[in-house]
């Protein structure tokens, strides 16, 4: 990548699945970059795939099981019916010829097999978290830097999300300094966008030239 693309200008596709591109990539692709969309259960890691992919996603989600009440935690997500047993898959273009191809994968321990598989050529990864539920993120955070993937942290908001300072947050999480923090709404198209483009802003800075698959 030879810079940076800006937050403040709008990605070549963010309106949701089926964009102006359909199946094919745009001509004006020219890096192919794979992201792991990551997270505990129930933080929105399907809805913001779903949010910013310009293909229809492909999800392998199953019904929720009275078997599974005792291993995932329903506590804010009560609503909530199905969940991702493998991965989800979506694709977004970004101005100046950036192609994400987005993976969506359980953060939950009992996953641990699928992730040598999942992130096998993966730049880095956007781990979602839910401040009602920070305690749920620490299995996800190990995995993902047990294997060695840099890192963003995006903030899903929900309605009842309990206010907390960046210090606290990062505290809580035991971010490094220059791991980046940004909250965002998973349905809004615009602010997942914003929290990928953070992601990819780091990888940069991290590099200092385009990266290279592992």
């Known amino acids: 990548m030879v810079s940076a693309p800006s937050s403040s200008s709008a990605p070549a596709s963010a309106s949701g699945s089926q964009g102006s591109h359909g199946l094919h990539l745009p001509d004006s692709a020219r890096e192919l970059v794979k992201i792991l969309v990551t997270g505990p259960f129930g933080v929105g890691k399907t809805t913001l795939i779903d949010s910013v992919s310009e293909i229809r996603p492909l999800h392998t989600e199953e019904q929720l099981t009275e078997?599974?009440?005792?291993?995932?935690?329903?506590?804010?997500?009560?609503?909530?019916?199905?969940?991702?047993?493998?991965?989800?898959?979506?694709?977004?273009?970004?101005?100046?010829?950036?192609?994400?191809?987005?993976?969506?994968?359980?953060?939950?321990?009992?996953?641990?097999?699928?992730?040598?598989?999942?992130?096998?050529?993966?730049?880095?990864?956007?781990?979602?978290?839910?401040?009602?539920r920070i305690d749920d993120s620490f299995e996800v955070l190990g995995l993902v830097e047990e294997s060695g993937l840099p890192y963003a942290v995006a903030l899903n908001t929900f309605p009842d999300s309990q206010q907390y300072t960046d210090e606290q947050l990062r505290t809580s999480l035991d971010l490094e300094p220059d791991t980046p923090m940004v909250t965002c709404d998973?349905?809004?198209?615009?602010?997942?966008?914003?929290?990928?483009?953070?992601?990819?802003?780091?990888?940069?800075?991290?590099?200092g030239q385009s990266p290279e698959s592992n």
Not at 194 to 204: E, K
């Open 186 to 207: 998973a349905r809004d198209p615009h602010a997942s966008v914003d929290a990928l483009l953070a992601l990819v802003q780091h990888l940069i800075a991290r590099d």
């Open 67 to 132: 078997a599974s009440v005792s291993v995932d935690n329903l506590a804010g997500v009560r609503d909530k019916t199905t969940t991702t047993v493998a991965i989800d898959f979506g694709r977004i273009s970004l101005n100046g010829g950036i192609v994400l191809y987005l993976f969506g994968t359980p953060g939950q321990e009992r996953f641990r097999a699928l992730w040598g598989d999942i992130s096998y050529g993966a730049l880095g990864a956007l781990v979602l978290v839910d401040t009602r």
